[in-house]
């Protein structure tokens, strides 16, 4: 068997096919949506993956606001920020959020599980979350996916 007939194919970012993806949050875990979330933004779920390359599908996320916590985490959990002035630095529990921006806390999941830099932020910004059912993406005909 000749061995050397066998290439590895690398994607290239103008080859890339991207599809739409709705995952409904509610009454999910926070971290396995975004573990799948993750994994969809970056590719992996296509037999073309390649680590360096944006291969990753869009992905919409509805009912955010209703996605659920395990154990105490609802309560215990700190979101850290800091001005960068003395005294600056603010805490946010998820109860807290939940009135507030509750888009943030499936964001700053899946953000935590991306690479780190240009890469990882341009994967960010195919994440469309939305607190409620409705979404503006009716167009792209998005297909559910499962979590």
């Excluded at 290439?7 to 409904?24: F, G, I, L, Y």
């Excluded at 105490?72 to 920020?81: F, P, S």
């Amino acid at each position: 068997m000749d061995t050397q007939s066998f290439k590895t194919e690398s994607a290239r970012a103008e080859d890339v096919e991207r599809a739409w993806h709705v995952v409904d949050a509610r009454g999910n875990a926070v971290g396995r949506v975004a573990s799948k979330i993750a994994s969809v933004l970056r590719g992996k779920h296509k037999p073309s993956f390649t680590p360096h390359v944006d291969t990753g599908d869009f992905v919409i996320v509805v009912n955010a606001e209703e996605a659920q916590f395990t154990g105490t985490k609802e309560t215990d959990k700190e979101y850290r920020r800091y001005s960068g002035y003395p005294g600056g630095e603010r805490t946010d529990t998820p109860a807290d959020l939940r009135g507030k921006k509750p888009e943030f806390i499936i964001r700053h999941a899946v953000k935590g599980m991306l690479p780190k830099g240009p890469l990882g932020r341009k994967m960010i910004k195919k994440l469309k979350v939305y607190a409620g059912p409705e979404h503006p993406h009716e167009a792209q005909q998005p297909q559910p996916l499962d979590v």
